[in-house]
């Protein structure tokens, strides 16, 4: 499985644009991109998933270049229950090696 | 109930008790998944179980002995813990056996005493 790499914390304030990149130079042809958030003491919730290009749902946006070694979460006008940790995860289809989710990116959203 | 549910959410044992944790999906999953996530850490893959067979188990400890009866439960049996093992557990599950999409429960608060 890729390794990813993301930036450790964020800070913005309600009602902006925040962008989340995660670098994930290694990988697979099958991989998807898949980003989960976590608030404290939950479990992981699935927010997209993507393959290439662009994908948006009702929660999110996902930018994905053409060489696929990074991708991009796009919260737009986050507000103070966007506060939480967000983790990028490269996956197939198939089981593979262990997994391993990174450190992930904590947000901090203030007023 | 609807999604991945755990019991209990939170529970205290001593380290020569033996006590098990539970997890229930409603989304007909065939694949199910324990995690182990301590503070300031990332999530570890604990077990995989697959039509309630395991596939992988991560080096994980014989202390914890996982259940998997249907595809609809997965049990973690616990006995003599460690304090270090005090964490949050949490079940996922996903629609075949791969890591792109898993759907996680609310977790199991575990301290050892």
Known sequence: LAKTTQPISMDSYE???????????????NDYITWYQQFPSQGPRFIIQGYKTKVTNEVASLFIPADRKSSTLSLPRVSL???????CLVAGNNAGNMLTFGGGTRLMVKP | ETGVTQTPRHLVMGMTNKKSLKCEQHLGH???????????????????????ERVENNSVPSRFSPECPNSSHLFLHLHTLQPED???????SSQALQFKEQYFGPGTRLTVT
Do not use: R
């Open chain 1, 81 to 87: 229950s966007d506060t939480a940790v967000y983790y």
């Open chain 2, 86 to 92: 005090s964490a949050l557990y949490l079940c996922a």
């Open chain 1, 15 to 29: 009602g902006q644009e925040v962008n989340i990149t995660c670098s994930h130079n290694n990988i697979a042809t």
């Open chain 2, 30 to 52: 065939n694949a199910m998944y324990w995690y182990k996530q301590s503070a300031k850490k990332p999530l570890e893959l604990m077990f995989v179980y697959s039509l309630e």
